[in-house]
Structure formats: C-alpha cells, structure tokens
T-cell receptor
Framework: GNSVTQMEGPVTLSEEAFLTINCTYTATGYPSLFWYVQYPGEGLQLLLKATKADDKGSNKGFEATYRKKTTSFHLEKGSVQVSDSAVYFCAPHFYNQGGKLIFGQGTELSVKP | DVKVTQSSRYLVKRTGEKVFLECVQDMDHENMFWYRQDPGLGLRLIYFSYDVKMKEKGDIPEGYSVSREKKERFSLILESASTNQTSMYLC?????????FGQGTRLTVV
C-alpha cells in the first residue's frame, strides 16, 4: 500500500546550520509531493510542493526535489533560523485514489541561537 | 482569504456520548479530510470524501463515521466516545495542488 516515512526527530540545530529532513514514500502511482509546516500552537501550512519527477519545490529558503528513482522528497535549507523551529510533515497526495492525502509522522525541528 | 473552519477549538465530552465535529470550507473543494494528531504518531487519516455523499476509509476509521450531505461541510462523528479518542482533530479540504487546514479541535473524553 501507500505509505510515507520521515526522519525521526527531534532535530536540534544551531542557527545558520544546514538542515536536511529525509522523506521517502511507497506508492503504486506517482503522487504529488508536499511539505507542510506546523508552527507552535498553529495549524498546518503548505511550505512547498512538487507535482512531477525532477520538479523542485522551494519557499522561504527551503527546497525539495521530487526524486522518482529513489521515491524521495528530502527537505533542505542552507541556513536555518530560530524562527524555523516547527514540526515539518511530508505528504504524498494520491490522485489515483480519489485524492487521498497521507502524512509522515512529522519531524520536530528546534533551532537554537 | 481561503478558509476551513472547525466548529470548536476545545471540547470536553463524557465516555459514551455521541460527538459531532463539524468542518466547513468556502473554496468549493471536492476533497475533504479528517485526521487525528497525536504526539509521536503524526497525522493519521480517519476518513476522506471526494464528493458529496461519497466517503472512503482512511487508516484508522474504527470508532468513527462521517457525513457529507453538502459540498462545503464534512462532519466527523464519534458514535460512542471513549478515552482513547482524546486527541487533536484536524479537518482539511483540498484540490490536487494543495490542502488547507482548519485550526483543529482538541477533544478530551473523560
């Protein structure tokens, strides 16, 4: 069946460090891929997305590339800030299953000054 | 401004009660979703709907049912609330390019 696996957290980094959060998925088709972010006390917001192989999504300095061969969509940022502290969710969206949207378990990021 | 509105932010119910969680969206989306969010488990899909009166089970449908009589409204029903259903419940609506979330309902069953 379809599933998604994210790197376990929590991840603690110093400000200006490089960030990678791994995400891999299993799927019978080719889903669109999303990263959502949840800041403390808030709901989920779309961070970035990619709809086909080799697409790169980017927003607020974050990037992720749709890798069909490795079924991965790793999130990266070159220099994190304290304000990036949040929980990050990887989410494939399966059109061929009526639009089913599933989420990884979330990775908590804490950035220290 | 797009909106997904959940009827309550906080709810306290007793074991055995029938509980209704309501969600309304104003974006004319066909797809709507209910998730529960628990520490260490992320978001788990309970049910989703891709059209009026259509529903599909997610990964953890047991103990829940849903209703979609109108396109803009998707209700989650706990037929007989139990303490293990204490959680944060999140509603979302979406199209193939994005899903939008409500603020969540924190349900406590005592």
């Amino acid at each position: 069946g379809n599933s998604v696996t994210q790197m376990e957290g929590p991840v603690t980094l110093s400000e200006e460090a490089f960030l990678t959060i791994n995400c891999t998925y299993t799927a019978t088709g080719y889903p669109s891929l999303f990263w959502y972010v949840q800041y403390p006390g808030e709901g989920l917001q779309l961070l970035l997305k990619a709809t086909k192989a080799d697409d790169k999504g980017s927003n607020k300095g974050f990037e992720a590339t749709y890798r069909k061969k490795t079924t991965s969509f790793h999130l990266e940022k070159g220099s994190v800030q304290v304000s990036d502290s949040a929980v990050y969710f990887c989410a494939p969206h399966f059109y061929n299953q009526g639009g089913k949207l599933i989420f990884g378990q979330g990775t908590e990021l804490s950035v220290k000054p | 401004d797009v909106k997904v509105t959940q009827s309550s932010r906080y709810l306290v119910k007793r074991t055995g009660e029938k509980v209704f969680l309501e969600c309304v969206q104003d974006m004319d989306h066909e797809n709507m979703f209910w998730y529960r969010q628990d520490p260490g488990l992320g978001l788990r899909l309970i049910y989703f709907s891709y059209d009026v009166k259509m529903k599909e089970k997610g990964d953890i449908p047991e103990g829940y049912s849903v209703s979609r009589e109108k396109k803009e409204r998707f209700s989650l029903i706990l037929e007989s609330a139990s303490t293990n259903q204490t959680s944060m419940y999140l509603c979302a609506s979406g199209d193939p390019t994005e899903a939008f979330f409500g603020q969540g309902t924190r349900l406590t069953v005592v």
